[in-house]
């Protein structure tokens, strides 16, 4: 389900994400298992043989860690695109519920770049990334199910920057 060039309009949904809750499970479980350890090696260090808890101990900072490292993919990780008069309405994943950015339409003059194959596990995905002005790291958005055009979004820019609003 691939967006054609012209489909993209003036205003409107550009890209939706439909794998997102993959990702928000993935973060929760990271850090439901990280408090799940922290306690464990708290509780069966007075049931159970030293070994055990001593073994949940360290495992839980080390989760802990990944969970971090997935709350900063999850900060990048676009939902949804939609274009409007003053710019690029980008949404990525918040803690909790979604954190929206608009990115002005003079920022995306080369702001994409190319999409990208990645494996992993024997999977394949594809991703395209997203400059963001004042950024460090891009957004992420995953093409791998669901379509996005960037040759669209591209020629959409320039139309909406040259025109003055």
């Known amino acids: 389900m691939r967006h054609q060039a012209g489909a993209v309009t003036e205003e409107g949904s550009l890209y939706r994400n439909s ?7 993935l973060q929760y479980g990271l850090w439901t298992a ?24 360290i495992l839980a900072p080390i989760l802990a860690a990944m969970a971090l490292g997935m709350e900063l993919y999850r900060s ?3 939902t949804e695109i939609r274009a409007l008069p003053g710019g690029l309405l980008v949404e990525t994943l918040g803690f909790r519920g979604r ?28 991703a395209v990334r997203l400059r963001r002005p004042g950024g460090r790291l891009p957004f992420i958005i995953d093409t791998t199910r669901d379509g ?12 909406r920057t040259r025109r003055p609003d």
Not at 43 to 56: G, K, M, S
Not at 148 to 159: G, H, I, M, N, Y
């Open 99 to 126: 954190r929206r950015h608009l990115l002005p339409w003079a920022a995306l003059h080369r702001a994409l770049a190319p999409e990208r194959r990645y494996n992993a596990r024997g999977a394949s995905s594809t």
């Open 19 to 25: 794998r997102l809750r993959r990702v928000r499970g």
């Open 76 to 78: 990048l990780y676009v």
């Open 148 to 159: 996005f055009d960037p040759a669209a979004l591209a020629k959409l820019a320039r139309r």
């Open 34 to 57: 990280a408090l799940a350890f922290g306690l464990g090696a708290a509780v069966l260090r007075w049931v159970w043989p030293a070994e055990d808890a001593l073994a949940l101990a």
